[in-house]
C-alpha cells in the first residue's frame, strides 16, 4: 500500500458537479467502492483521500466524468463503469473522444452516439468502409448503431434503401409449429430489428417506408438472387450463416451500397457439422481492402452492469472447459497427412 494522501478537483460549474453525482450520490459512491477513497463534497471543490495511487485514479476518473458534462453528455452508471476501466487501463486520455459525433436522432429526439472507445472505432469503420464486420457479446450495440447509422445515410440520401436481414435459424424452436404464413413465421426472429427501426423513425414512419419498398425487413434467404444497389444492408444474428449463406450474400453488393455484418460468435446455433460463415468470413476476409473488422468486447457493453459480468464468467467457464478438454490420444490407425 502506498501513502494516504489527499487531492481536490475543481468544477468550473456547479451544474457539472451536480450531474456527476447522480440520484443519491450514487455515481460517487460507485467511484468510492471502486477505487476504495473518500470523496467529499465542499461547494466547488470535490475531496479526495486516500492510497496515493487510487486517489490519482480516482481524481483522473472525476476530471473525465467533469469534461464529459460540460460537453452536455448524460452522466449514467454505464458511463462511470466504462471510465473507471478506462482509467484502471490507462486509457483515460481516450475519454475526449466519448462526447463526439452523433450518429442519428431518434424519432423522439434523442441523439444517438457511440458510448466506448470501441463503440466509435465501429461507427468510424462503417463511415469509412464499403463492407463492416462487427463482432461482439450482447449489449454492445453492434446492432443498434448500425441501424442508427443505415438511418443516417437514408436521412441524408446516401442511399435509397435500408435492408435489414437475418437468418431464421431455429435455435430451439420449429418454424413449423408457428401460426401463419411464412412472413409471419419469420418476423418473430427479425423482432429486434424492426424495434431499432420504429425506435429511429417512430412506428408511422417506419410503415410509410416499409410500404414504399425504402425500408425491408426479410429472413436471409429472400435476398438470394438480387443485386443491391444503392442499399444500406445489414445482417444480424450472423454468427448463425454457413459458409455458403455467407458468400451468396456478400456478392449480393452493388454499386453505391454499404454492408455492415453484425454477430457474436460465442452464440452459434447451427449444427455441430456447419461452419459459422461469420467466423468464416473473418478469417478469409481479414486484410481485403475496404472490408473492415471491429471486435467489440465485454468493456463495450452498454447495457446493466451484470451483463458485463454474466458475458466475463461465461468467458472463464468456456476456457476453463477448454483447458480441461482431454488430448486425444494417437491409437496407430491413421497414417500423419502432410
Known amino acids: 500500500m502506498g501513502k494516504t494522501i489527499e487531492r481536490i478537483v475543481n468544477a468550473e460549474r456547479v451544474e457539472d458537479l451536480m450531474a456527476i453525482f447522480g440520484s ?101 469503420a462503417i463511415m469509412k468502409n464499403t463492407v463492416t464486420i462487427g463482432v461482439g457479446p450482447a449489449g454492445t450495440g453492434k446492432t443498434y448503431l448500425a441501424v442508427a447509422a443505415a438511418v443516417a445515410a437514408f436521412r441524408e440520401k446516401q442511399v435509397n434503401r435500408i435492408i435489414l436481414t437475418r437468418p431464421a435459424v431455429e435455435a430451439g424452436e420449429r418454424l413449423g409449429f408457428l401460426p401463419g404464413d411464412l412472413q409471419n413465421k419469420v418476423d418473430p426472429y427479425l423482432r429486434p430489428l424492426y424495434d431499432a427501426l420504429y425506435d429511429m423513425l417512430g412506428a408511422e414512419t417506419f410503415q410509410k417506408y416499409q410500404e414504399r419498398g425504402s425500408i425491408e425487413v426479410a429472413p436471409l434467404a429472400y435476398m438470394r438472387g438480387r443485386t443491391l444497389d444503392d442499399s444500406f444492408i445489414i445482417l ?36 455441430d457439422d456447419k461452419i459459422s460463415g461469420l467466423k468464416d468470413a473473418i478469417r478469409v476476409l481479414d486484410g481485403v481492402k475496404d472490408i473492415a473488422i471491429c471486435k467489440l468486447t465485454s468493456a463495450d457493453v452498454v447495457r446493466h452492469a451484470l451483463v458485463q459480468q454474466i458475458i466475463n464468467a461465461y468467458e472463464k467457464a468456456a476456457q476453463k472447459q477448454e483447458k480441461e478438454k482431454p488430448t486425444p490420444k494417437f491409437n496407430g490407425k491413421y497414417k500423419r497427412k502432410y
Do not use: H, W
Request: net charge negative; glycine share 8%; aromatic share 4%.
Open 24 to 124: 443519491f450520490d450514487e455515481n460517487i459512491r460507485r467511484i468510492e467502492e471502486a477505487l476504495s477513497v473518500t470523496i467529499v463534497n465542499r461547494g466547488n471543490e470535490l475531496k479526495v483521500s486516500g492510497d496515493e495511487e487510487m486517489v490519482d485514479k480516482a481524481v483522473r476518473t472525476l476530471e473525465g466524468l467533469l469534461s464529459l458534462a460540460a460537453k452536455g453528455e448524460t452522466i449514467d452508471e454505464q458511463r462511470v463503469r466504462y471510465l473507471i476501466t478506462l482509467v484502471n487501463e490507462g486509457n483515460d486520455a481516450q475519454v475526449a473522444q466519448m462526447a463526439k459525433d452523433v450518429v442519428c436522432i431518434t424519432a423522439k429526439g434523442k441523439p444517438i452516439k457511440a458510448k466506448t472507445v470501441g463503440q466509435q472505432t465501429y461507427m468510424k
Open 236 to 271: 444480424d444474428e450472423a454468427q448463425n450463416t454457413t459458409r455458403e449463406q455467407m458468400k451468396m450474400f456478400l456478392t449480393r453488393l452493388g454499386f453505391g451500397s454499404k454492408i455492415v455484418i453484425t454477430g457474436d460468435v460465442t452464440q452459434i446455433d447451427l449444427p
